[in-house]
């Protein structure tokens, strides 16, 4: 079993759509979570974090962890052609150093 | 700022040979991450840099070997390419340890490779 799995797409929906992206993980030790936002022929940039469970809103994106359910979701309001994009959900071990676990990376589209 | 930079942007080998990439940290940063990215994968931790030594490795065979220079600057080294060695390799810096994703770690551009 990955430690962190996610639906890699492809999405495609229409501007000013509601996008909902999700991932799962497998370990209740995992603590803080992350969203990186992937350009094509770029490398990833952190999008928000959030530690523990709860909600953490920037803007139009809003975060939400439910550690119960082990399940991490991202939120993009009022889309915007430029948000077309891959997400990629994230968790942070530490072992000895810092490490990301990256889950698969979901392509969106967002069409004008 | 620069930021993380990496050399060479794209690079061709045929299987057998050897290869080196580069990666300048971001200024202040002196941790530098290697990760691979296959096409339509997430980014896999290959392994970490801190102080000139390997501080923790990901699940890749010793074909895989790198080293940080005292400027922090830090190379990655592949010896008997393999055709699935083709991937995307990213670099990332994180400044000195402080806990928590405050020490975020920021990504290159990456090296894309492929291996004939």
């Known amino acids: 079993q990955k430690e962190v799995e996610q639906d890699p797409g492809p999405l495609s929906v229409p501007e000013g759509a509601i996008v909902s992206l999700n991932c799962t993980y497998s370990?209740?030790?995992?603590?803080?979570f992350m969203w990186y936002r992937q350009y094509s022929r770029k490398g990833p940039e952190l999008l928000m974090y959030?530690?523990?469970?709860g909600n953490k809103e920037d803007g139009r994106f809003t975060a939400q962890v439910d550690k119960s359910s082990k399940y991490i979701s991202l939120f993009i309001r009022d889309s915007q052609p430029s948000d077309s994009a891959t997400y990629l959900c994230a968790t942070l071990t530490y072992q000895g150093a810092q490490k990301l676990v990256f889950g698969q990376g979901t392509r969106l589209t967002i069409n004008p | 700022d620069a930021g993380v930079t990496q050399s060479p942007t794209h690079l061709i080998k045929t299987r057998g040979q050897q290869v080196t990439l580069r990666c300048s940290p971001k200024s202040g940063h002196d941790t530098v991450s290697w990760y691979q990215q296959a096409l339509g994968q997430g980014p896999q931790f290959i392994f970490q840099?801190?102080?000139?030594?390997?501080?923790q490795r990901g699940n890749f065979p010793d074909r895989f070997s790198g080293h940080q220079f005292p400027n922090y600057s830090s190379e990655l080294n592949v010896n008997a390419l393999l055709l699935g060695d083709s991937a995307l390799y990213l670099c990332a810096s994180s400044a000195p340890l402080a806990g928590g994703p405050s020490n975020e770690q920021f990504f290159g551009p990456g090296t894309r490779l492929t291996v004939l």
């Open positions: 370990n209740s030790a995992f603590q803080y």
């Open positions: 840099y801190y102080e000139e030594e390997e501080r």
């Open positions: 959030t530690y523990s469970s």
